[in-house]
């Protein structure tokens, strides 16, 4: 027994579970921003959780970052109870690392490429139209 107290075994659930959160606050961010080009209202409705942030509004010398504010503010509220629930529910977890690294990057480069306009403003179009947004 004393053998296991001087070595105590690492999970590599609570490492899965902060790298996931990394990627959906990623993708929130990038799917925010999306929205919010749509219209102004919705460009409205994002910037509204991000007022609590200094800059949020404004025209002096610092300007105003506007409504990056609130994707901001979506992306950390994404991270922050993602990565809580995902702890919590795998903190004595062994996750493969090898299928999750290679699921990591994979989704990494997919968000990545979903900030890229031409990329992705056919996608986010056809999206809106079939929604009746736009």
Known sequence: MQH???NPKI???PLV???LALLL???TLMVS???SRLTK???KIIHSYGHWIPGSTGSGP???IGSYTGKETLAIAVWLVSWLIFHCLWRRQDLSLKVWTRLFVVGLLAITLGFFHPISD???????????IY
């Open 4 to 6: 296991d107290t001087e």
């Open 11 to 13: 999970y590599s659930g």
């Open 17 to 19: 579970a902060a790298t």
């Open 25 to 27: 606050a990623f993708f």
């Open 33 to 35: 921003h999306h929205i």
């Open 41 to 43: 209202e919705l460009d």
């Open 62 to 64: 610092d300007g105003s």
């Open 122 to 132: 056919p996608i986010v179009l056809f999206i809106a139209d079939l929604l009746g």
